[in-house]
């Protein structure tokens, strides 16, 4: 079995630096997660990723503005405020310290990524895999794919009581009804028509 990584070790690949944008410093992101408009908030700090060579090499970047532009994410940067400073970043990928992210974070808080394809076990028994997970206003759901089906699970605690990423597996205790609607009723049961009547 692997011993989990040192404290403060694991880091996340979050975004590339792709192309400067106009001429006042932004810079187009490629991202790589699910989060962005939570991921570049202003004040949040990157690790970067740069050849030595680079005057960013050893340096940390932050977020000063982060918005969207036709359909592409482009960020402001501390620091970068032309497009000459802009161009010097060009392909720098930013990383994020998990473990100082999660630490901030409520005690029972996942990133999609560690949740997706997890196990989704009921009873002691295997219904389905976790798809994706969505982030609505009201609460977060974890989409469930139950053979060619999806099952929208409350991420809540009554109804996950249990995440275990190390283990690859979630466990769920849903209300009645919840599964069943896809277990127990095949579409040919449906009552027949009767004769029509003029």
Request: no cysteine; net charge negative.
């Amino acid at each position: 079995m692997n011993a989990a990584p040192p404290a403060g070790k694991t880091q996340l690949r979050v975004g590339r630096l792709v192309k400067a944008h106009g001429l006042k410093g932004a810079i187009k992101l490629e991202l790589y997660t699910d989060d962005p408009d939570g991921r570049f908030v202003p004040g949040a700090t990157f690790t970067l990723q740069v050849p030595e060579s680079s005057p960013w090499h050893g340096k940390l970047l932050t977020v000063r503005e982060f918005r969207w532009m036709n359909s592409h994410p482009v960020a402001f940067f501390d620091g970068v405020e032309d497009r000459s400073a802009a161009e010097e970043l060009i392909r720098a990928i930013l990383w994020i310290d998990e473990d100082a992210q999660s630490a901030s974070a409520e005690e029972d808080a996942w990133f999609d990524h560690q949740l997706v394809g997890l196990d989704v076990v009921r009873d002691g028994a295997v219904v389905g895999r976790v798809a994706r997970v969505e982030h609505l206003p009201a609460q977060d759901l974890l989409i469930v794919r139950v053979g060619d089906d999806e099952v929208l699970v409350p991420f809540v605690k009554a109804i996950v009581p249990e995440v275990d990423v190390p283990g690859g597996r979630v466990v769920v205790t849903p209300p009645p009804g919840l599964f069943e609607d896809l277990a127990d009723e095949p579409d040919d049961e449906s009552p027949e028509p009767g004769p029509a009547h003029d």
